[in-house]
């Protein structure tokens, strides 16, 4: 739907059609107008009720009794959560009737979080219940309501009645109708016996948890957590975050909310020093953002790369970073050596991997593949002779062959072809190397060098 | 807004490049343009017959500077919007200022977004209107609902507010080029889907016609989860992928139009060079379309020796044509270099290997490995997420060791905020841990405790056991959905619908679809369904005393309707299929969908 037309725009916007009215009587508009005009009718004298006899439902109750209200305000409540704050507050709303304007009276801020309280049943005068009281079943009034016809939901007032109603609605399949009874059951039962009643009704239960999902009114665990996401500040959004902490998460979980709320503490102490940017690092590269909420990873990256080499008693340095937040050694390695390589300190990717052995020989070792590790450095514009190095680690001989061969390598190349004792390639190769060079005497030499025993 | 198009007589999509010994006795499709009309008249009448209408507004959240004293919104039934409309309406008020709204909601209105404009005082002030647009044509055999959250709505939330919808668009298909003779179905969403239809079928009035839709199979997405994630590498599946393509339309950046400006571009049959590439898998687009611009120059060349009167009928006759595809084409080779160049530069190979050993189980520690370290280069969040949804459905759920690392490490490397996006991918059962039975409810009721509300505590309890298991290698076993390997696949002569993902695998939704339609039913997939976690039917039309009469050619034209979305790359193999056995698919879907758009409406890391 989103190609329009030059044409259609003119359509749109010059279009002049017969007026509109807004006192239609059609069928929809008179749904439409239900609730207005019940509002209106507690307020007037039903000239027209005639009928003195008050209705009485098989149970007892009568029907349509008028809600006990002021005579010329309704009020109208609506509560809303606002559970971060740790309380509640309650947003009174007003309507005058004969003006039917708006207007927020006052917001009572209450600091018990159960409070919570419903808007009071619109009820439909007497007159008007007549019309409505013909008796739908639950079936009946489920798909009056899928075809969007008028219905009345005011009659299904015992518990039973309600249960009715839901289970039908719910096997239409139609979740329209489903949650439009849910919103009625929420108004007319209490939270406790609604929830008894939907744990066992799996369908109407998740129905129900969406609703209120999307209405903002209730939060799962992870929904709660999910808050932060709305809030700037990181003062605050730290703050929250260490609120959570005390949430029944999953071990697991709780471990990760842990980290969450370290991580940005660590974030923001490193941001006050960082901002200003006074050493010469920042001078030579500037930061190109701040990293507040940026992933742990990248936080270990802008690590090596600001604050390399700093003792581990420092927050920003990599080596508290790594052991504050348990980073692997292979991610470790990976996320150093491309901020390293970045930056073109060829001596410092190569101490990420040398290890002595007992005896004090330096050795290269590493928990990547040293090809990965090519990879890494080469799209950092390594030069030739420390790329070579790295090639020349590759274990996989049919890896560093093509590796070395991509990046023209030559010794290499050569040198693997007489590990493999392959004279045919190593003839082949010679026509890809400059002639007379010092690649092509190599060759030259080891062809002729009768005590290789070639394979070919 | 939809373009209005005019019923445009189309070029029947004829002679493609491959295939060509396919069946030549396809039927014809039924003609769609009349669904855009309906929509687009029932729009005229309700902005036309009840309002003037200035101005329409697009939704943007924001507020309205407008001096109009009415205003018009088109919206989707989306709580959210109607609580924004309903925060302008009572600003208005709160100012003094007096005006009319109305609604259309598009295509019905929820009672819930009612309860809202009553709940928020507005209700009165704003008026409602449906605007029953259900069916979007995007090609000849393309129908889209363009409902792309009734993914996440019914199979995530559980939320059935959509089945309705689906049935309306099904009833409306019907009452117009039905009556169906078989319906088939698998899915629990598919099976509420045709209930749904056929009481609103009931409902109606009955006509007879000619039918012109002689079968229709409803599907559920999670019946498939696995085709959608892997990487799309037919050509239009690829544009998908990488440019995404929104209603039948791409906007081709400058990196494929080789100028400064972006161009929209339509992509339907109606685009010549498209339609004989949008099939074929990628590896065979470039020499396709060398072939094609070599053509264009010989053709280009006839005007030299021409006389004025042969360069008069030139110019008149065919010169227009030729610049049209020379345009079409220039376009489609940019758009294919920009494809390599992307894919090469993220190593796709790799990424291809590692899919196909996911799918065929072998070497699954080193995939296990590949997808670490994918993390923790922190490539593409999407990709890693695809690739431990693939692990996780193929392996029937990952060990819990490689659970709990792989999560840590992409909380670390993505943002620790991803905890909702793995919640959710839990309880789809796409990325879960193995485990026996029993201690997945003990963890999850855990997990599952709500914050202020201990009534509520065993809430995911209910949802734990939707987590099911995927079966696939037993599934893929039985409909021998992984080609032997070895055998050299030939993609320019595809024999079977695995070319689709370079003969590695052939789609279980549409192997389930041929299976089916060869049976006529399910017999003797009792096993399969089993493991599909069943809800699958076959029944039979009403038209029974005409059933002689039915065209045999409607007979081989069927509906598929995809309930959750599906791929360019289903719809592919769907036309192979198609070809080979003579049938002509129309793929009617929620949504087009690829494995971004599916696991980013799973997301969770934004408010």
């Given at each position: 739907?989103?190609?329009?037309?030059?044409?259609?725009?003119?359509y749109?916007?010059?279009?002049?059609?017969?007026?509109?009215?807004?006192?239609?009587?059609?069928?929809?508009?008179?749904?439409?107008k239900?609730?207005?005009?019940?509002?209106?009718?507690?307020l007037?004298?039903?000239?027209?009720?005639?009928?003195?006899?008050?209705?009485?439902?098989?149970?007892?109750?009568?029907?349509?009794?008028?809600?006990?209200?002021t005579?010329c305000?309704?009020?109208f409540?609506?509560?809303?959560?606002n559970?971060?704050?740790?309380?509640?507050?309650?947003?009174?709303?007003?309507?005058?009737?004969?003006?039917?304007?708006?207007?927020?009276?006052?917001?009572?801020?209450?600091?018990?979080?159960?409070?919570?309280?419903?808007?009071?049943?619109?009820?439909?005068?007497?007159?008007?219940?007549?019309?409505?009281?013909?008796?739908?079943?639950?079936?009946?009034?489920?798909?009056?309501?899928?075809?969007?016809?008028?219905?009345?939901?005011?009659r299904?007032?015992?518990?039973?009645d309600?249960?009715?109603?839901?289970?039908?609605?719910?096997s239409?399949?139609?979740?329209n109708?489903?949650?439009?009874?849910?919103?009625?059951?929420?108004?007319?039962?209490?939270?406790?016996?609604?929830?008894?009643?939907?744990?066992?009704?799996?369908?109407?239960?998740?129905?129900?948890?969406?609703?209120?999902?999307?209405?903002?009114?209730?939060?799962?665990l992870?929904?709660?957590?999910?808050?932060?996401l709305?809030?700037?500040?990181?003062?605050?959004?730290?703050?929250?975050?260490?609120?959570?902490?005390?949430l029944?998460f999953?071990q697991?979980?709780?471990?990760?909310?842990?980290?969450?709320?370290?991580?940005?503490e660590?974030?923001?102490i490193?941001?006050?020093?960082?901002?200003?940017?006074?050493?010469?690092?920042?001078?030579?590269?500037?930061?190109k953002?701040?990293?507040?909420?940026?992933?742990?990873?990248?936080?270990?990256?802008?690590?090596?790369?600001?604050?390399?080499?700093?003792?581990?008693?420092?927050?920003?340095?990599?080596?508290?970073?790594?052991k504050?937040?348990?980073?692997s050694?292979?991610?470790?390695?990976?996320?150093?050596?491309?901020?390293?390589a970045k930056?073109?300190?060829?001596?410092?990717?190569?101490?990420?991997f040398?290890t002595?052995?007992?005896?004090?020989?330096?050795?290269k070792r590493?928990?990547?593949?040293?090809h990965?590790?090519?990879?890494?450095?080469?799209?950092?514009?390594?030069?030739?002779?420390?790329?070579?190095?790295?090639?020349?680690?590759?274990?996989?001989?049919?890896?560093?062959?093509?590796?070395?061969?991509?990046?023209?390598?030559?010794?290499i190349?050569?040198?693997?072809?007489?590990?493999?004792?392959?004279?045919?390639?190593?003839?082949?190769?010679?026509?890809?190397?400059?002639?007379g060079?010092?690649?092509?005497?190599?060759i030259?030499?080891?062809?002729?060098?009768?005590?290789?025993r070639?394979?070919n | 807004?939809?373009?209005?198009?005019?019923?445009?007589?189309?070029?029947?999509?004829?002679?493609?490049?491959?295939?060509?010994?396919?069946?030549?006795?396809?039927?014809?499709?039924?003609?769609?343009?009349?669904?855009?009309?309906?929509?687009r008249?029932?729009?005229i009448?309700?902005?036309?017959?009840?309002?003037?209408?200035?101005?329409?507004?697009?939704?943007?959240?924001?507020?309205?500077?407008?001096?109009?004293?009415?205003?018009?919104?088109?919206?989707?039934?989306?709580?959210?919007?109607v609580?924004?409309i309903?925060?302008?309406?009572?600003?208005?008020?709160?100012?003094?200022?007096?005006?009319?709204?109305?609604?259309?909601?598009?295509?019905?209105?929820f009672?819930?977004?009612?309860?809202?404009?009553?709940?928020?005082?507005?209700?009165?002030?704003?008026t409602?209107?449906?605007?029953?647009?259900?069916?979007?044509?995007?090609?000849?055999?393309?129908?889209?609902l363009?409902?792309?959250?009734?993914?996440?709505?019914?199979?995530?939330?559980?939320?059935?507010?959509?089945?309705?919808?689906?049935?309306?668009?099904?009833?409306?298909?019907?009452?117009?080029?039905?009556?169906?003779?078989?319906?088939?179905?698998?899915?629990?969403?598919?099976?509420?889907?045709?209930?749904?239809?056929?009481?609103?079928?009931?409902?109606?009035?009955?006509?007879?016609?000619q039918?012109?839709?002689?079968?229709?199979?409803?599907?559920?997405?999670d019946?498939?989860?696995?085709?959608?994630?892997?990487?799309?590498?037919?050509?239009?599946?690829?544009?998908?992928?990488?440019?995404?393509?929104?209603?039948?339309?791409?906007e081709?950046?400058?990196?494929?139009?080789?100028?400064?400006k972006s161009?929209?571009?339509?992509?339907?049959?109606?685009?010549?060079?498209?339609?004989?590439?949008?099939?074929?898998?990628?590896s065979?687009?470039?020499?396709?379309l060398?072939?094609?611009?070599?053509?264009?120059q010989?053709?280009?060349?006839?005007?030299?020796?021409?006389d004025?009167?042969?360069?008069?009928?030139?110019?008149?006759?065919?010169l227009?044509?030729?610049?049209?595809?020379?345009?079409?084409?220039?376009?489609?080779?940019?758009?294919?270099?920009?494809?390599?160049?992307?894919?090469?530069?993220q190593d796709?190979?790799?990424?291809?290997?590692t899919?196909?050993?996911?799918?065929?189980?072998?070497?699954v520690?080193?995939?296990?490995?590949f997808i670490?370290?994918h993390?923790?280069?922190?490539?593409?969040?999407?990709?890693?997420?695809?690739?431990?949804c693939?692990?996780?459905?193929?392996e029937?759920?990952l060990?819990?060791?490689?659970?709990?690392?792989?999560?840590?490490?992409?909380?670390?490397?993505?943002?620790?905020?991803?905890?909702?996006?793995?919640?959710?991918?839990?309880?789809?059962?796409?990325?879960?841990?193995?485990?026996?039975g029993?201690?997945?409810?003990?963890?999850?009721s855990?997990?599952?405790?709500?914050?202020?509300?201990?009534?509520?505590?065993k809430?995911?309890d209910?949802?734990?056991?939707?987590a099911?298991?995927?079966?696939?290698?037993?599934?893929?076993?039985?409909?021998?959905?992984?080609?032997?390997?070895?055998?050299?696949?030939?993609?320019?002569?595809?024999?079977?619908?695995?070319?689709?993902f370079?003969?590695?695998?052939?789609?279980?939704?549409?192997?389930?679809?041929?299976?089916?339609?060869e049976?006529d039913?399910?017999?003797?997939?009792?096993?399969?369904?089993r493991?599909?976690?069943?809800h699958?039917?076959?029944?039979?039309g009403?038209?029974?005393g005409t059933?002689?009469?039915?065209?045999?050619?409607?007979?081989?034209?069927?509906?598929?309707?995809?309930?959750?979305?599906?791929?360019?790359?289903?719809i592919?193999?769907?036309r192979?299929?198609?070809?080979?056995?003579?049938?002509?698919?129309?793929?009617?879907?929620?949504?087009?969908?690829?494995?971004?758009?599916l696991?980013e409406?799973?997301?969770?890391?934004?408010?």
């Open positions: 739907m989103s190609r329009a037309k030059p044409e259609d725009d003119e749109w916007n010059s279009s002049k059609f017969s007026a509109f009215t807004f006192d239609d009587e059609d069928d929809e508009f008179t749904k439409m239900e609730s207005k005009r019940a509002v209106n009718s507690i007037v004298d039903d000239d027209d009720d005639d009928d003195d006899v008050e209705k009485v439902s098989w149970s007892g109750e009568p029907i349509g009794s008028k809600p006990n209200l005579p305000f309704f009020f409540f609506c509560l809303f959560y559970i971060h704050q740790g309380c509640s507050s309650l947003v009174l709303e007003i309507y005058q009737p004969a003006l039917f304007s708006f207007n927020i009276l006052a917001v009572i801020s209450f600091t018990d979080t159960s409070t919570r309280a419903y808007a009071p049943e619109l009820r439909k005068p007497k007159s008007e219940c007549k019309d409505y009281m013909s008796d739908w079943s639950p079936e009946e009034t489920v798909r009056r309501m899928r075809k969007g016809r008028a219905y009345s939901l005011e299904f007032r015992s518990l039973q309600k249960l009715l109603l839901l289970d039908e609605a719910v239409l399949h139609d979740g109708v489903i949650t439009a009874v849910l919103i009625y059951l929420k108004r007319s039962l209490s939270k406790e016996i609604l929830f008894r009643e939907l744990m066992v009704r799996e369908v109407a239960l998740r129905h129900y948890v969406h609703y209120l999902k999307e209405m903002g009114e209730q939060k799962l992870l929904m709660q957590y999910k808050e932060h709305n809030i700037k500040d990181e003062g605050r959004r730290r703050d929250f975050l260490k609120s959570c902490l005390s029944p999953s697991d979980d709780a471990m990760h909310v842990q980290d969450h709320y370290t991580l940005l660590r974030q923001i490193i941001e006050a020093n960082d901002k200003r940017g006074e050493a010469e690092i920042f001078r030579k590269y500037p930061r953002a701040s990293i507040l909420n940026m992933p742990l990873i990248t936080t270990l990256y802008y690590s090596c790369f600001y604050h390399y080499g700093e003792p581990e008693g420092t927050f920003s340095s990599p080596a508290n970073i790594r504050t937040f348990r980073i050694e292979k991610q470790y390695i990976l996320t150093a050596l491309g901020a390293r930056l073109k300190s060829w001596f410092d990717v190569d101490s990420l040398n002595k052995n007992w005896l004090g020989y330096t050795k590493s928990p990547i593949g040293f990965r590790v090519v990879d890494i450095l080469q799209k950092n514009n390594a030069p030739a002779q420390v790329l070579q190095e790295y090639v020349n680690l590759i274990d996989d001989p049919e890896l560093r062959l093509s590796l070395a061969q991509k990046y023209k390598c030559h010794d190349v050569i040198d693997t072809y007489k590990d493999l004792k392959d004279r045919q390639q190593l003839i082949v190769y010679q026509g890809k190397v400059e002639r060079s010092h690649e092509d005497r190599k030259e030499e080891l062809i002729n060098n009768m005590q290789i070639w394979k | 807004m939809y373009v209005i198009q005019a019923a445009a007589v189309r070029g029947r999509c004829a002679g493609c490049l491959m295939a060509q010994s396919g069946r030549r006795d396809a039927p014809e499709l039924p003609d769609f343009s009349l669904l855009k009309r309906l929509a008249d029932q729009l009448y309700l902005l036309e017959q009840q309002h003037e209408v200035d101005k329409l507004y697009k939704v943007e959240l924001k507020p309205i500077v407008s001096t109009a004293d009415q205003l018009c919104f088109l919206i989707r039934p989306r709580i959210q919007t609580k924004w309903s925060d302008v309406v009572n600003l208005d008020k709160a100012a003094g200022r007096l005006r009319r709204y109305k609604i259309i909601f598009t295509p019905q209105k009672y819930a977004c009612e309860a809202v404009l009553e709940e928020q005082g507005v209700f009165g002030d704003v409602c209107d449906e605007w029953a647009f259900y069916l979007l044509p995007l090609d000849d055999d393309i129908i889209s363009e409902l792309p959250e009734f993914f996440r709505e019914n199979f995530l939330e559980g939320d059935q507010r959509w089945v309705g919808a689906a049935g309306g668009a099904l009833r409306l298909i019907h009452s117009l080029y039905g009556p169906f003779s078989k319906v088939y179905g698998i899915g629990q969403c598919a099976k509420m889907v045709y209930e749904s239809w056929r009481e609103q079928v009931e409902d109606g009035e009955q006509k007879t016609q039918p012109e839709i002689g079968n229709v199979f409803l599907i559920d997405r019946v498939d989860f696995i085709t959608p994630l892997c990487s799309q590498v037919v050509y239009e599946g690829l544009v998908d992928d990488i440019f995404r393509i929104k209603c039948g339309s791409v081709f950046g400058p990196e494929v139009t080789s100028s400064d161009i929209k571009v339509m992509l339907n049959s109606q685009d010549k060079v498209f339609n004989e590439i949008r099939n074929e898998h990628f065979n687009v470039f020499g396709f060398s072939q094609k611009a070599r053509n264009l010989t053709a280009y060349d006839k005007r030299r020796g021409m004025i009167q042969q360069m008069k009928a030139f110019v008149s006759e065919e227009k044509g030729l610049k049209q595809e020379h345009r079409l084409l220039s376009l489609h080779i940019g758009a294919s270099e920009c494809i390599m160049k992307k894919k090469t530069k796709f190979q790799e990424l291809l290997k899919e196909h050993s996911l799918l065929e189980g072998f070497e520690r080193e995939c296990v490995s670490e370290e993390i923790n280069r922190q490539i593409s969040m999407i990709d890693s997420l695809r690739l431990l693939l692990l996780s459905l193929t029937n759920g060990l819990p060791k490689d659970y709990r690392s792989l999560k840590a490490q992409y909380l670390q490397s993505y943002g620790i905020e991803h905890l909702l996006t793995f919640s959710n991918l839990k309880q789809m059962g796409l990325l879960v841990e193995q485990q026996p029993e201690t997945l409810t003990v963890m999850e855990k997990v599952g405790k709500l914050v202020n509300d201990k009534t509520a505590g809430l995911t209910a949802f734990s056991s939707l099911k298991k995927s079966n696939f290698r037993a599934l893929s076993k039985r409909l021998v959905l992984i080609p032997k390997s070895g055998e050299e696949y030939d993609l320019r002569v595809p024999r079977d619908m695995a070319y689709i370079s003969g590695a695998y052939v789609p279980l939704s549409c192997k389930l679809i041929e299976q089916v339609l049976r039913g399910w017999t003797g997939l009792e096993e399969i369904t493991m599909l976690n069943g699958e039917f076959a029944v039979s009403g038209a029974n059933e002689s009469r039915i065209k045999a050619d409607s007979q081989r034209i069927v509906l598929v309707m995809f309930l959750g979305g599906c791929t360019y790359s289903e592919s193999a769907l192979f299929l198609g070809r080979e056995r003579g049938y002509k698919f129309i793929v009617v879907t929620t949504a087009i969908t690829n494995s971004g758009r696991l409406a799973l997301l969770d890391n934004h408010p």
